[in-house]
């Protein structure tokens, strides 16, 4: 798991390449692009849909459920986005899309969605098997951003991509330091990742998801200013979350001033409520870069406090568990 997240930016260039090869189908016009896929397949629609929200006026809905958004119809793009191909959410929403006749593109590496895919005519992105899905966020991501791009739904995000393979690699070993010494602030800690600007909010729930899958522990997001007015009454209650809180900030450019402002007087407020905090903050580079910074510092932290929990952060047996018993009720059905 740490090659595979330490080769993130090699990932992304390759995905890129995948994309850029890839037939999407014609130019359209969609002013609602609705992104279906689960877990993580997807957590790239989220990061899409707050990379866009900065510089473009096109609606993207993430779509984690067996069905999509009454808005989506003949009219819309849908992505269908599943690694395996196979997981059963996705493929529900796979045949609603369908069935509104939406214009569909799949992003997967085999299963029954690039069997379907391929009989129905239906462009596909096929990208590498044999990952874990959370390890192939570029893949799954990547073909979503260069997709739009070719259909003539956002800008061009090459040069930007470019730069945030190069920073990637320029910073990892940095990113793989300060990982050690965040996660053995977080050992036997509930971490609280709290998200200060729209571009940041997937990223605090990639920090979740990861450390929920590769450490296997719980973890609480919440976002900035949001959380001034609810969240706040509540820190550190019940009792034992203040002697076991960690609150980890992540912090842009694109945090609002008084956001920032915001966050400093909740650290003073709260005083008590947490164990220790940390900021973070990724300088220089595109939103992108920044972006993907502090995702790669998330996944680092992620298998860094497997390595301390001494867990292996490959098995997710219980997500395994519930697929077979979902896929024996199907059965029976
Ligand atoms: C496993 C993982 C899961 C899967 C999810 C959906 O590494 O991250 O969250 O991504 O169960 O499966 P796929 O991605 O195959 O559609």
């Known amino acids: 798991m740490l090659d595979q997240v330490l080769g993130m930016p090699e990932q992304m260039a390759e995905a890129e390449r995948i994309a850029r090869r890839a037939g999407y189908g014609p130019r359209c016009s969609s002013r609602l692009v609705a992104v279906a896929g689960m877990g993580g397949s997807g957590i790239g629609a989220e990061l899409v849909r707050g990379l866009l929200a900065q510089d473009s006026a096109l609606t993207v809905v993430p779509c984690r459920d067996y069905c999509l958004p009454a808005a989506a119809d003949r009219s819309s793009l849908c992505f269908v986005v599943s690694y395996s191909g196979n997981t059963e959410e996705t493929l529900s929403a796979f045949e609603q899309a369908r069935r509104r006749k939406c214009r569909i593109v799949a992003i997967t590496s085999g299963g029954r969605l690039t069997e379907a895919s391929a009989r129905l005519g239906i462009p596909t992105v096929r990208v590498p098997a044999g990952l874990p899905p959370r390890a192939a966020l570029g893949y799954l991501f990547v073909p979503l951003l260069v997709g739009l791009e070719k259909l003539g739904l956002c800008r061009s ?177």
């Open 157 to 333: 995000y090459r040069r930007d991509m470019a730069e945030t393979v190069k920073l990637l690699c320029s910073r990892r070993r940095a990113l793989h330091r300060q990982a050690r010494l965040i996660a053995a602030g977080l050992c036997g800690c509930l971490p609280s990742v709290y998200s200060t600007s729209r571009l940041l909010d997937a990223v605090a729930e990639r920090w979740r998801c990861q450390l929920n899958e590769n450490a296997k522990v719980m973890c609480h997001t919440n976002v900035l200013p949001e959380h001034n007015h609810n969240e706040v009454v509540g820190m550190g209650k019940p009792a034992f979350l203040a002697r076991r809180s960690v609150l980890v900030a992540l912090l842009d450019a694109t945090t609002h001033p008084r956001t920032r402002e915001r966050l400093a007087h909740v650290l003073d407020i709260t005083r008590g409520a947490f164990v220790n905090k940390v900021e973070l903050e990724m300088r220089g580079g595109p939103d992108l870069a920044r972006m993907f910074g502090l995702i790669m510092l998330g996944d680092l932290v992620s298998v860094e406090l497997a390595r301390l929990l001494r867990v292996d952060p490959m098995p997710v047996a219980r997500i395994d568990e519930l697929k077979r018993r979902m896929g024996r009720g199907k059965e029976r059905q």
